[in-house]
């Protein structure tokens, strides 16, 4: 999970820290006595003013980076963070609403003064963000709790994701984690969540719901407590079974968060938190932003061929952007065509009809696109499935390593190194992780001839509604490929009204 977003709870962590020589024998009222209680009584105020004022200066550094932020118009304004003192609620009022919560969901939402700082501290200084985070859940919402029921996981569970990823689907961790539930790849994969050079299937709504379904069941499995299961789901089941014998034996989430690490301490008051703003956001007059869709007004289509999000777009007059969004699994903003595999295009309901109307045309443009292209598009292959790569010159296996995104260590494995020498023309097996970047001797040079062309050339001026494949129509013999090189664009969606974009005579 985002180290940032782990530091705005800071002040549960903190908490940790002072019950940490503190072994907890009973809990009475919702208050959780100890056997030295006395010698180290337990604090209750442990966020302070100065300690908000320090987790959004930190925020604003790391340039809004934390999940919960969406773009730089929500920046916090220093009235925001100095010298607010007051409790958006009172402790009867939030012990009542709690309450009623805890009565009825299966997670243990009994008042808690740290949880209550969480949620002053959330009200407080995090309210500008729900507007927009709402709106998002009201896309994603019904699609995770058509699952979650499916699977008997409290549909409560669907406020994980926001914990997770601020319902980001592309966004990915310091560690590697990604999508909404924020799976790690060796995780992923256990729960057949492929990975390849096109589509990471993490990233997929659908299919990552699925497989958080599937874990959140086996953690329920092992513990019998949607708390503790949440609580491995963040640092692993193995850590809560340490806790559980740290503790003496307890198996009550709050019994044992003393001993669990440090970011799992702030993970679970922060899920409980979250539900609550949720739940009683008109109470605290927080409201929805409109969606941008709902999910009843999208569907899928499956595609015949590979192609782009850019030719879609072309063909039934779609913004790339929305396809983007609805589309989030396709890394490379390309649709593979694979036998076995069941990709398919989500759109708007109201584009499907125009899509199967001109299925027949957007495939003939990507023909004519595929006659036009200097070098094939990337390869497709499972990153879990072996490739052989030959040795060049100037090769080592810290470049080899890098180039598949993986470990010097694991290319010895795979290939019985005891050194790292390597020797012109040797095949070595790899498990890749990512796509090579680098192309071969041939593509270079190709690619430096077009992007170094001293020869006469025109100036074009993008209009309003233009595509790179618009404009490559406008003259002879000339290729989207080569607009992109000439011009250094490397993405459609930085093609915008008034660029101007050099066209080289043939």
Request: net charge positive; aromatic share 14%; glycine share 4%.
């Amino acid at each position: 999970m985002n180290k940032l977003l782990l530091f705005l709870f800071f002040s549960i962590s903190v908490f940790s820290q002072q019950e940490k020589d503190t072994t907890i024998v009973y809990k009475s009222d919702n208050l959780f006595v100890a056997k030295d209680s006395i010698k180290k009584p337990l604090r209750q105020d442990l966020i302070s003013d100065l300690d908000l004022k320090t987790m959004d200066s930190l925020l604003i550094e790391d340039k809004f980076n934390s999940p919960l932020i969406d773009t730089l118009e929500y920046v916090i304004a220093d009235k925001d963070i100095i010298g607010n003192s007051k409790s958006v609620l009172t402790t009867a009022l939030l012990k009542q609403r709690l309450s009623h919560l805890n009565d009825k969901t299966p997670f243990n939402l009994a008042f808690n003064p740290s949880l209550e700082k969480v949620i002053n501290s959330y009200l407080l200084y995090r309210s500008k963000y729900y507007p927009k985070l709402m709106a998002k859940a009201k896309y994603y919402f019904p699609m995770f709790e058509q699952h979650l029921d499916q699977y008997d996981v409290p549909l409560e569970m669907k406020y994980l994701a926001i914990v997770e990823s601020a319902l980001k689907p592309r966004v990915k961790s310091r560690v590697g984690a990604t999508g909404l539930w924020q799976f790690m790849y060796g995780t992923g994969k256990q729960f057949d969540l492929k990975v390849s050079s096109y589509v990471d299937e993490r990233q997929d709504p659908v299919k990552a719901t699925i497989a958080a379904c599937k874990y959140l069941s086996q953690l329920y499995k092992i513990f019998g407590d949607w708390d503790l299961a949440l609580a491995a789901y963040n640092s692993g089941p193995g850590n809560v079974r340490k806790a559980i014998k740290r503790s003496g034996g307890y198996r009550n989430y709050w019994n044992i968060r003393p001993f669990l690490p440090r970011e799992t301490a702030g993970y679970v008051p922060a899920f409980y938190a979250t539900m609550y703003i949720f739940e009683y956001a008109n109470e605290h007059k927080i409201y929805s932003e409109l969606p941008r869709y709902f999910d009843f007004q999208t569907d899928t289509i499956q595609v015949k061929r590979t192609v782009s999000f850019d030719q879609i777009s072309e063909v039934i007059n779609l913004d790339e952007e929305e396809i983007s969004f609805l589309n989030p699994s396709y890394k490379l903003d390309i649709i593979p065509f694979i036998n076995g595999r069941n990709y398919a295009l989500r759109l708007p309901s109201s584009k499907t009809v125009e899509f199967l109307d001109k299925e027949k045309e957007l495939y003939a443009l990507a023909d004519a696109d595929d006659a036009k292209r200097e070098k094939p598009i990337p390869k497709y292959f499972e990153m879990d499935k072996r490739i052989r790569y030959r040795v060049k010159t100037g090769d080592y296996l810290g470049k080899i390593a890098n180039k598949f995104g993986v470990r010097v260590s694991s290319v010895k494995r795979w290939n019985n190194l005891k050194n790292s020498r390597l020797k012109v023309g040797q095949r070595l097996s790899i498990y890749p992780k990512k796509v090579p970047f680098s192309v071969g001797k041939k593509s270079v040079k190709k690619k430096e001839t077009i992007s170094t062309n001293k020869g006469a050339f025109s100036t074009y001026t993008v209009k309003e509604g233009d595509s790179l494949w618009k404009i490559s129509r406008k003259f002879n013999n000339v290729s989207v490929d080569e607009i992109k090189k000439w011009n250094n664009i490397w993405s459609a969606k930085s093609l915008k009204p008034g660029t101007k974009l050099k066209i080289f005579k043939s």
